[in-house]
């Protein structure tokens, strides 16, 4: 079985530059996470939806990050436009979204993010 | 705020020793630990989870311990291998929550 797929696994911009990583989960996991990883640090998430609805996008810039997972299956995560700072990993996870009990997590490689 | 603390930051050992890393946390309110392993350029991969009323999980050679009372968590890796070298996440999550808050992880080199 497939696990997360993400794209592109590295992306070089120019600041003020737009980008968007796209990620899809493990066919059936409903639940779908963002998270950024900055170097030498562990992930912190930036958003999480359950099938197509955002049941927590407390940690998210809105002044310049969105993300969208219109069909409940694969998303986007876009940045417009990017800063310096937003140079990091940025990683997707899925899980099947079990209510109640322990709800593992699946990550993906993560797209590596470098804005110069 | 969950606060996540792993410690060291780095270890290397010559191969066949064991390894013994450390994961703390501020608030004991947990719903349960997992430690993940990530490798240069990859995702993490869950190594074990323990729940919040389990004490111990056990996977091959590797041995994991949770403390909830004094905030810690301990994970046993015996006799190691090159392969072993990788970095090591702690995560807790909250009582009944999603949410997985992260410690900074140990990066472990292990020498052949």
């Known amino acids: 079985e497939a696990g997360v797929v993400q794209s592109p696994r590295y992306k070089i911009i120019e600041k003020k530059q737009p980008v968007a990583f796209w990620c899809n989960p493990i066919?059936?996991?409903?639940?779908l996470y963002w998270y950024l990883q900055n170097l030498g640090q562990g992930p912190e998430l930036l958003i999480r939806?359950?099938?197509?609805?955002?049941?927590?996008d407390s940690q998210l810039p809105k002044d310049r990050f969105s993300a969208e997972r219109l069909k409940g299956v694969d998303s986007t995560l876009k940045i417009q436009p990017a800063e310096l700072g937003d140079s990091a990993v940025y990683l997707c996870?899925?899980?099947?979204?079990?209510?109640?009990?322990?709800?593992?997590?699946?990550f993906g490689p993560g797209t590596r993010l470098t804005v110069l | 705020k969950q606060e996540v603390t792993q410690i060291p930051a780095a270890l290397s050992v010559p191969e066949g020793e064991n390894l013994v890393l450390n994961c703390s946390f501020t608030?004991?309110?947990?719903?349960?630990l997992q430690w993940f392993r990530q490798d240069p350029g990859k995702g993490l991969t869950s190594l074990l989870l323990?729940?919040?009323?389990?004490r111990e999980q056990t996977s091959g050679r590797l041995n994991a311990s949770l403390d909830k009372s004094s905030g810690r968590s301990t994970l046993y890796i015996a006799a190691s291998q090159p392969g072993d070298s990788a970095t090591y996440l702690c995560?807790?999550?909250?009582?009944?929550?999603?949410?997985?808050?992260f410690g900074a992880g140990t990066t472990v080199t292990v020498r052949a």
């Open positions: 995560a807790v999550s909250p009582t009944n929550d999603y949410k997985l808050s």
């Open positions: 066919s059936g996991h409903n639940t």
């Open positions: 608030d004991s309110a947990i719903y349960n």
């Open positions: 996870a899925s899980s099947l979204g079990l209510a109640g009990e322990v709800d593992t997590q699946y």
């Open positions: 939806y359950e099938n197509e609805e955002a049941v927590d």
């Open positions: 323990i729940q919040s009323s389990q």
